[in-house]
């Protein structure tokens, strides 16, 4: 079981270089949802049957694989563009540094100790690459749907880690943050819209007004 | 029971409130539910409910004061709400209403939870919350003050719930159930894992601290502030502001249980002097009086972070500082509102000699300052002194000296923008606004009442908030 899990967490490591490679955010959106997917099936292999696991589950797949992509697909069509232009970093440099970032976290994750039953997984170094990449994403990229998209790996690095804990944590912390995410990604989503229609692009390095003299 | 009831009556209201079809009688909604929560506060701290079945909600005594504070400014906003959105009228204030209600049931949330997930996500929802309300003004500046402080204050939140998770499987590595109960979690806290324990409290200081507004994270704050109704900015800085503080004292409970209670406290004395600094730095020469008053609200987060990095006596003073903060933050930003108003701006280039045209809410914006900068005899002084003296005390010369040199700092680039506001020589002729707008007694007696608070606490702290005050500095490890 733990194995397969593992392949699930390369898979997911390996989407987040894809992230970081595209330009073009119709598909770096499709590939967070498959991230999703692949993260949502994850507790069903690594804890035993319980509704609470199928319960987390669909509500995984649904939120982070179905109704957050068609959210952000929305507001692209709506917005009428395809691609990031010229992010703040390029994106050889970004898939290096994403690179650095994922040794680093293997590297650093070897020192925490794991519970017995987690030991040797690769949970830990796989949720702090993912975290950081979506901090990468989220601070080199102009377009404010990139940035949610960089959010929303962020997401998915602590949604990883999440999983050592799904057993012991009550359902209701769990639904919360499912929930606050959601919520979180909808009023971006207004925002997103309403800054495409101020200034009639998703650009926010347009967003310049606000600053100290 | 009686503290479901006061998490749920402001959410009642917020739906009455959506389901209101007219707008010019929606904002009465406000202070209805804003008195209600006061007198259903007022029992519940008289006679207090022991903690829920399972521990997970309970009035400690920090939460206590730190509900105390923002639910007498939410009051005081929400009467000053009526008067500011009958000159609003051409925006549907539904919105508007109906988040400001359910923003005061998730803070109440945040104060009374005694599980750090819960915590979580009170605090999470008090952001995206007060989001809308930030875009009240709905125009391309208002958005990009939205976007940023959504952005930032997400991240933040997003990595102190990783913080927050390595402590639950720190808990779990030590071989015992997973816990988020912030009492099971100090008791644990000597015998986790040292890599869990640091790497999460470095996670939770950015993520609170990031919410809070301690530098260098506090690059939303000056767009937030400057862009929201001032209503909104005073429960940004009073409401928003404890809320996090609440949150990073938490961890500090579970810290000061550690054997890193010594590095800890470092680290938050270095971010609270480096806020400061910031402050001390953007202050001056301020062009938008608005702006200024989001880096006093910077200046002092800081001089909360550094009191609490103090510990002992100083934890008196930082709790006394957060009610004082909260209820001198609501004077200043409701002045300014009016003053803005007043004026069609806030360029301290137009705005000027504001005494001559809104001479009370002009009065009130120097005495605001003059109380948020330390003058006695406001309530301000006493929890800056008490500060001050016990840093000296301790044998922390540096941090004490250098929290004094920034006040000064501060004083006087806070003073270079107040006064030519207040009282210099009024622009010739009319401003732009087609309504010109003056005082009213609803407009100005919230403020009045906030500030008559402050000038009592500064003279005489009664009994029981002062017993409240020692009460929760204990349980943060220190006594007088």
Known sequence: MGSLADQFLVLSLLINFIVLGTSRLGFAVRAVAIQGVVLGFLPALIHPFSWHIVLIVILMICAKGIIIPWLITNAIRKAEIKREVEPFIGYIPTLVLGAVCTVL????????????????????????????????????????????????????????????????????????????????????????????????????????????? | MQLSLMLFMPAVGAIIAWFTPDNRHRPYILPLFAAIHLAILGWVLIDTPPASPGGWFLLDPIGKLVILSFSILFAACAWYAVNYLRYRKERSNRILCSALLLCLSAMCLVSISQNLGVLWVALESTSVLMAPLIYFNRNARSLEATWKYLLICSVGIAVALLGIF???????????????????????????????RHTAFIFLLVGFGSKMGLAPMHTWKPDAYGEAPGLVG???????????????????????????????????????????????????????????????????????TLALGLGKGALFGALFHMVNNCLTKGVLFLSSGNIHRAFGSKNTAVVRGAIRWVPWSGALFLTGFLAITGS?????????????????????????????????????????????????????????????????????????????????????????????????????GGGR
């Open chain 2, 376 to 476: 006695p005899p406001f309530a301000p002084f006493v929890s800056e002194f008490t500060i001050v003296s016990n840093a000296f005390t301790m044998g922390n010369y540096w941090a004490g000296s250098l929290f004094l040199v920034f006040l000064a700092v501060i004083f006087i680039g806070m003073a270079l923008t107040v006064l030519p506001v207040v009282l210099g020589e009024p622009p010739a002729g009319e401003t732009g606004t087609s309504e010109p707008y003056r005082d009213s007694f609803v407009s100005v007696m919230p403020l009045m009442v906030l500030m008559a608070i402050m000038l009592v606490l500064g003279i005489w702290v009664p009994s029981p908030l002062q017993t409240l005050l020692t009460e929760a500095a204990g349980l943060l």
């Open chain 1, 105 to 213: 976290a293997f590297v650093f994750a070897k020192k925490l100790p794991m519970a017995a039953e987690h030991q040797g997984l690769l949970f830990v170094p796989a949720s702090i690459a993912t975290l950081m990449t979506g901090f990468l994403v989220l601070t080199t990229r102009r377009k404010a749907i990139s940035q949610v998209i960089g959010y929303l790996l962020m997401e998915n690095g602590i949604f990883i880690f999440g999983l050592l804990l799904a057993e012991a944590m009550p359902v209701m912390v769990e639904a919360g943050a499912v929930l606050d995410l959601l919520v979180a990604i909808f009023v971006m989503g207004i925002i997103m819209n309403h800054i495409s229609r101020e200034f009639s692009s998703l650009d926010t390095s347009r967003l310049t007004m606000l600053k100290e003299e």
């Open chain 2, 234 to 304: 005073a429960l940004l800085a009073g409401g928003l502001v404890n809320c996090a503080f609440l949150s990073l004292m938490r961890v500090y409970q579970i810290a000061a249980a550690t054997q890193e209670a010594a590095s800890f406290q470092s680290a938050l004395i270095a971010m609270g002097l480096i806020s400061m600094a910031f402050a001390a730095v953007f202050m001056a020469r301020q062009s938008d009086f608005k702006r200024m008053l989001a880096y006093s609200s910077v200046e002092h987060v800081g001089i909360l």
């Open chain 2, 166 to 196: 390595f402590l639950a499987y720190s808990t779990i590595v030590a071989h015992q159930d997973a816990t988020l109960l912030l009492s099971s979690l100090i008791d644990d806290a000597p015998r986790l894992n040292p890599g869990w």
